[in-house]
Protein backbone atom coordinates (compact mmCIF):
# COMPACT_ATOMS: atom_id res chain seq x y z
CA UNK A 1 0.00 0.00 0.00
CA UNK A 2 1.51 3.65 -0.88
CA UNK A 3 1.65 5.98 1.31
CA UNK A 4 2.67 9.95 1.59
CA UNK A 5 5.79 11.28 3.39
CA UNK A 6 8.57 13.49 3.27
CA UNK A 7 11.65 12.94 1.85
CA UNK A 8 13.45 13.12 5.38
CA UNK A 9 10.99 10.15 6.42
CA UNK A 10 12.05 8.57 3.68
CA UNK A 11 15.95 8.67 4.13
CA UNK A 12 15.10 7.74 7.77
CA UNK A 13 13.16 4.85 7.02
CA UNK A 14 15.79 3.47 4.26
CA UNK A 15 18.57 4.22 7.15
CA UNK A 16 16.35 1.59 9.21
CA UNK A 17 16.35 -0.73 6.59
CA UNK A 18 19.51 -1.06 6.03
CA UNK A 19 19.77 -2.16 9.71
CA UNK A 20 17.10 -4.20 9.47
CA UNK A 21 18.22 -5.42 6.04
CA UNK A 22 21.87 -6.66 7.98
CA UNK A 23 20.37 -8.18 10.94
CA UNK A 24 18.22 -10.32 9.11
CA UNK A 25 20.64 -11.51 6.60
CA UNK A 26 23.46 -12.00 9.31
CA UNK A 27 20.82 -14.32 11.21
CA UNK A 28 19.05 -16.09 8.71
CA UNK A 29 19.75 -20.17 8.49
CA UNK A 30 18.97 -21.27 4.97
CA UNK A 31 20.58 -24.63 5.29
CA UNK A 32 21.23 -27.04 8.10
CA UNK A 33 22.14 -30.71 8.57
CA UNK A 34 19.90 -33.58 9.73
CA UNK A 35 20.36 -37.54 9.85
CA UNK A 36 18.74 -40.24 7.93
CA UNK A 37 16.93 -41.39 10.67
CA UNK A 38 15.81 -38.14 12.78
CA UNK A 39 13.07 -35.72 12.92
CA UNK A 40 14.57 -33.09 13.37
CA UNK A 41 17.50 -30.47 11.80
CA UNK A 42 20.78 -30.66 13.97
CA UNK A 43 20.96 -27.40 14.09
CA UNK A 44 17.93 -25.61 14.43
CA UNK A 45 16.14 -29.06 16.11
CA UNK A 46 12.95 -28.23 13.69
CA UNK A 47 10.82 -30.34 11.28
CA UNK A 48 12.13 -30.07 8.01
CA UNK A 49 9.13 -28.95 6.70
CA UNK A 50 9.47 -26.36 9.43
CA UNK A 51 12.54 -25.44 9.01
CA UNK A 52 11.52 -24.59 5.32
CA UNK A 53 9.24 -22.61 5.76
CA UNK A 54 11.32 -20.47 7.68
CA UNK A 55 13.90 -20.64 5.84
CA UNK A 56 11.58 -19.03 2.98
CA UNK A 57 10.15 -16.52 4.84
CA UNK A 58 13.03 -15.17 5.70
CA UNK A 59 14.22 -15.03 2.36
CA UNK A 60 11.29 -13.38 1.56
CA UNK A 61 11.39 -10.75 3.86
CA UNK A 62 15.02 -9.81 3.29
CA UNK A 63 13.67 -9.67 -0.71
CA UNK A 64 10.79 -7.39 0.29
CA UNK A 65 12.73 -5.00 2.56
CA UNK A 66 15.06 -4.37 -0.20
CA UNK A 67 12.31 -3.64 -2.41
CA UNK A 68 11.30 -1.36 -0.32
CA UNK A 69 14.23 0.47 0.51
CA UNK A 70 14.54 0.45 -4.00
CA UNK A 71 11.86 2.05 -3.89
CA UNK A 72 12.39 4.57 -1.29
CA UNK A 73 15.48 5.55 -3.07
CA UNK A 74 13.73 5.58 -6.72
CA UNK A 75 11.22 8.42 -4.56
CA UNK A 76 14.27 10.09 -3.24
CA UNK A 77 16.42 10.20 -6.44
CA UNK A 78 12.90 11.79 -8.79
CA UNK A 79 11.64 14.60 -6.31
CA UNK A 80 16.02 15.65 -6.20
CA UNK A 81 15.87 16.04 -9.92
CA UNK A 82 12.58 17.48 -9.71
CA UNK A 83 12.65 20.44 -6.71
CA UNK A 84 14.89 22.95 -7.23
CA UNK A 85 17.21 25.22 -5.08
CA UNK A 86 18.35 28.94 -5.18
CA UNK A 87 21.71 29.31 -3.80
CA UNK A 88 24.60 31.89 -4.06
CA UNK A 89 25.89 30.05 -7.70
CA UNK A 90 23.09 30.21 -9.35
CA UNK A 91 20.03 27.67 -9.38
CA UNK A 92 20.09 23.42 -9.43
CA UNK A 93 18.28 20.79 -8.47
CA UNK A 94 18.28 19.30 -4.90
CA UNK A 95 19.73 16.49 -6.81
CA UNK A 96 22.60 18.70 -7.85
CA UNK A 97 22.91 20.34 -4.21
CA UNK A 98 23.61 16.99 -3.20
CA UNK A 99 26.35 15.62 -5.67
CA UNK A 100 27.88 18.85 -5.20
CA UNK A 101 27.99 19.16 -1.35
CA UNK A 102 28.84 15.48 -1.58
CA UNK A 103 31.82 16.29 -3.72
CA UNK A 104 33.04 19.46 -1.50
CA UNK A 105 32.68 16.81 1.64
CA UNK A 106 35.04 14.34 -0.20
CA UNK A 107 32.27 11.79 -0.44
CA UNK A 108 31.70 11.56 -4.06
CA UNK A 109 32.46 8.37 -5.77
CA UNK A 110 35.51 9.60 -6.79
CA UNK A 111 36.08 10.33 -2.71
CA UNK A 112 38.37 13.06 -1.69
CA UNK A 113 40.16 12.90 -5.15
CA UNK A 114 37.22 15.16 -6.34
CA UNK A 115 37.27 17.93 -3.67
CA UNK A 116 39.19 20.01 -6.07
CA UNK A 117 38.43 23.20 -3.97
CA UNK A 118 40.38 21.29 -0.74
CA UNK A 119 43.27 19.81 -2.37
CA UNK A 120 44.01 23.54 -3.86
CA UNK A 121 43.61 25.27 -0.69
CA UNK A 122 46.25 22.64 0.92
CA UNK A 123 48.05 22.94 -2.00
CA UNK A 124 48.57 26.55 -1.65
CA UNK A 125 49.51 26.46 2.07
CA UNK A 126 51.90 23.66 1.57
CA UNK A 127 54.15 25.68 -1.33
CA UNK A 128 53.39 28.85 1.05
CA UNK A 129 55.16 26.87 3.93
CA UNK A 130 57.76 24.97 1.90
CA UNK A 131 58.88 28.23 0.46
CA UNK A 132 59.28 29.87 3.37
CA UNK A 133 60.90 27.19 5.10
CA UNK A 134 63.87 26.94 1.92
CA UNK A 135 63.71 30.91 2.64
CA UNK A 136 64.76 30.91 6.45
CA UNK A 137 67.32 27.84 6.00
CA UNK A 138 68.98 29.96 2.88
CA UNK A 139 68.96 32.90 4.80
CA UNK A 140 70.92 31.43 7.53
CA UNK A 141 73.02 29.34 5.36
CA UNK A 142 73.64 32.93 3.58
CA UNK A 143 74.61 34.35 6.44
CA UNK A 144 77.02 32.53 8.05
CA UNK A 145 78.52 31.70 4.56
CA UNK A 146 78.46 35.78 4.26
CA UNK A 147 80.59 35.82 7.48
CA UNK A 148 83.30 33.12 6.30
CA UNK A 149 84.05 35.23 3.15
CA UNK A 150 84.15 38.39 4.66
CA UNK A 151 86.77 36.75 7.45
CA UNK A 152 88.34 35.20 4.72
CA UNK A 153 88.51 37.63 1.52
CA UNK A 154 86.67 40.58 2.04
CA UNK A 155 84.91 41.95 -1.11
CA UNK A 156 86.48 40.16 -3.47
CA UNK A 157 84.49 36.79 -2.66
CA UNK A 158 81.31 38.09 -4.42
CA UNK A 159 83.19 38.46 -7.55
CA UNK A 160 85.38 34.86 -7.28
CA UNK A 161 82.15 32.89 -6.36
CA UNK A 162 80.26 34.62 -9.50
CA UNK A 163 83.03 34.57 -11.91
CA UNK A 164 83.57 30.59 -10.75
CA UNK A 165 82.85 28.38 -14.21
CA UNK A 166 79.33 26.07 -13.27
CA UNK A 167 78.63 28.48 -10.50
CA UNK A 168 75.16 30.08 -11.20
CA UNK A 169 74.64 34.01 -10.35
CA UNK A 170 71.81 32.98 -7.52
CA UNK A 171 74.69 30.70 -5.91
CA UNK A 172 77.30 33.12 -6.23
CA UNK A 173 74.63 35.66 -4.63
CA UNK A 174 74.21 33.24 -1.39
CA UNK A 175 77.36 32.49 -0.93
CA UNK A 176 78.12 36.35 -0.44
CA UNK A 177 75.65 36.61 1.95
CA UNK A 178 72.78 37.83 0.04
CA UNK A 179 69.51 37.56 2.04
CA UNK A 180 66.46 36.07 -0.13
CA UNK A 181 62.37 36.27 -0.13
CA UNK A 182 59.19 35.23 -0.80
CA UNK A 183 57.85 35.61 -4.22
CA UNK A 184 54.28 35.56 -3.38
CA UNK A 185 52.04 38.03 -5.47
CA UNK A 186 48.93 36.31 -5.14
CA UNK A 187 49.22 36.86 -1.17
CA UNK A 188 48.10 32.87 -1.39
CA UNK A 189 47.79 32.60 1.99
CA UNK A 190 45.28 35.08 2.28
CA UNK A 191 43.77 34.08 -1.38
CA UNK A 192 43.72 30.44 0.44
CA UNK A 193 41.91 31.70 3.87
CA UNK A 194 39.34 33.52 1.92
CA UNK A 195 38.27 30.37 -0.13
CA UNK A 196 38.04 28.34 2.61
CA UNK A 197 35.84 30.51 4.27
CA UNK A 198 34.05 30.95 0.74
CA UNK A 199 33.48 27.04 0.47
CA UNK A 200 32.41 26.52 4.03
CA UNK A 201 29.82 29.54 3.71
CA UNK A 202 28.70 27.46 1.00
CA UNK A 203 28.33 24.44 1.95
CA UNK A 204 26.56 25.61 5.53
CA UNK A 205 24.37 27.19 2.36
CA UNK A 206 23.66 23.82 0.41
CA UNK A 207 23.49 21.93 3.95
CA UNK A 208 20.88 23.99 4.93
CA UNK A 209 18.48 24.13 1.70
CA UNK A 210 18.82 20.66 1.09
CA UNK A 211 17.54 20.00 5.17
CA UNK A 212 14.34 22.53 4.13
CA UNK A 213 14.01 21.19 0.86
CA UNK A 214 13.74 17.36 2.67
CA UNK A 215 11.74 18.37 5.55
CA UNK A 216 9.12 20.25 3.35
CA UNK A 217 8.55 17.85 0.12
CA UNK A 218 6.11 14.89 -0.39
CA UNK A 219 7.06 11.47 -1.94
CA UNK A 220 4.66 8.49 -2.58
CA UNK A 221 6.25 5.36 -2.06
Same mark, same amino acid.
Given at each position: ?????? *? *? #?????????????????????? *???????????????? $?? $?????????? %?? =?? !? &? %??????????? *? %????????? @????????????????? !?????????????????????? !?????????? =???? +? $??????? &????? =????????????????????? #??????????? @??? /?? %???? @???????????? /????????? +????????
Amino acid at each position: MECRMT *V *V #QALEERDLLIKRIAKYTRQAKF *VDLIGSGSAVTWGQRM $AP $ADFAAGAEGT %LQ =RI !R &D %LSARYDRLTEA *V %LASNASVWL @DTSRGRMTVAAAVALRN !RLRGNGPCGDMADFEGKLIRQM !RDQYEEADRA =RRQK +N $ASARKNG &DDLKG =RKGKSGRAEAAGRPGISIAMA #QESAGERLRLC @DPL /EI %LRRA @DGMEEEREEFLV /ELETGIRIS +NATTYVTV
